[in-house]
């Protein structure tokens, strides 16, 4: 079991910045793959940046790219999400998740079986 803690969501304004971590209970050689997700009010969950925590390779999805950076603090059992340049679309429940096996999709949140209970955040104009 994988338990996963999200902190630092908030409100801001557009074009500030915000960071978001995830504290995990086991460190990251026990997982595959750790990444976001976020999820808006009558929509569904999206994949906005993963790692695999063994390799170090990150992935984003084409609309935060460049703008949000994903990180991982081994020493510390930690998953970062840098959020630089918010805009008002970027407001949502964000939620860290884990995958243990190899495989599955980065951006398919079928694919990953541990989950935090989100943290919200808001982007005003």
């Known amino acids: 079991q994988v338990q996963l803690v999200e902190s630092g969501g908030g409100s801001v304004q557009a074009g500030g910045s915000l960071r978001l971590s995830c504290a995990a209970s086991?460190?990251?050689?026990?997982?595959?793959?750790m990444g976001w997700f976020r999820q808006a009010p009558g929509k569904g969950r999206e994949g906005v940046a993963s790692?695999?925590?063994?390799?170090?390779?990150?992935y984003y999805s084409d609309s935060v790219k460049g703008r949000f950076t994903i990180s991982q603090d081994n020493a510390k059992n930690t998953l970062n999400l840098q959020m630089n340049s918010l805009k008002p679309e970027d407001t949502a429940m964000y939620y860290c998740?884990?995958?243990?096996?190899?495989?599955?999709?980065?951006?398919?949140?079928?694919?990953?079986?541990?989950w935090g209970q989100g943290t919200q955040v808001t982007v005003s104009s």
């Open positions: 086991e460190s990251a050689s026990s997982t595959y793959r």
């Open positions: 790692i695999y925590t063994r390799s170090g390779i990150t």
């Open positions: 998740a884990a995958r243990t096996r190899t495989g599955g999709f980065w951006f398919n949140s079928n694919d990953y079986n541990y």
